[in-house]
């Protein structure tokens, strides 16, 4: 045990010595995921409605007719989308001339038209089946189903696009916290809600008018300078909001989930936070429970005091990468 502690305690001073690691584009982060991607889908999946009539609080009467409802919305979300991969593989996936873009472009919009509307109506016939106590919670997840419709619609993410896009609804998802807890801090995010759809609306639109007008400039038509400012500010007010979300969050929560979900979003940004050598990890396996009192003192004093550094500046760098 003592060589072990003497290992970890080195570990953590090499890791607390080191610089900090530079970001690194790994899929598994990837926030606005192509429609294929792992982490959000177009199409949404049975496992996410099934997520979706728990949080809402569904008894077996009410899934059982909110199942048939999705049935019918999710038959239309895949005609959609096989809708928009046939126009998408009919000018080629990797064309980059301006038309195969701009059909492309227009693939994608008329993608998320379809999804949203269709999302619209399913949760606008899940109203009739839920209770007044449940409305609250429905309209959360409705909430929630827009914005991956928006994010699957998006082209894939570069390190500015992944900060912004932090989602603080998958943090907490990550975090294992006392369900109860969890509602409490999805309340308070709730009225960012309509904020963050708008932004994430306006980074779509940026993005999207971005890539035209790239393709029109490597044609020699015109420049991007107006269209890249705009995505940049675009980004930056998604990343905003979500930030916000995670202060509003944070004030919700104990202290101690609130560090968990505050440190999700962190390793969600940085992925070398994951790494076993990276000084959370090593904390955490230095606070085991066989801890004599003054020893754990003095661990969770360094944790304190690394934290208090590492969050603030996490939220410096993600700043810097949305403008950059």
Known sequence: MQ?????????????????????????????????????I?????????????????????????????FDDAQARMFEAKRAADAQARGVGLFDRSARAVEERSKAARDLRTRMLATVDDLFAALGAVATAEQQPALARERAKARRNAIRATMPPASLGVRVASTDVEASLSRTRIDPAVMAAASRA????????ESALMRAADARDAYDRAAAQAREGKGDRTAERKAMRESYAAVGQVHRDALAAVAAALPPADARAVLSTAARRIWPATSDDRAPEQVLAQLLGDDLPADRRTAIES??????????????KVAEASEQD
């Open 189 to 196: 995010m709730a009225s960012l809600d309509d904020r963050l």
């Open 3 to 39: 060589i072990r502690t003497i290992a970890l305690a080195s570990a953590l001073l090499s890791a607390l010595a080191a610089p900090p690691a530079g970001a690194q584009e790994v899929p598994d982060f990837v926030e606005f995921a192509s429609p294929q991607g792992p982490r």
């Open 41 to 69: 889908r177009a199409v949404m999946s049975g496992a996410d409605f099934d997520a979706a009539m728990e949080a809402v609080g569904f008894d077996e009467g009410q899934r059982t007719t909110a199942g048939s409802m």
């Open 302 to 315: 360094i944790a304190a005091t690394w934290w208090a550094a590492w969050w603030p500046a996490t939220l």
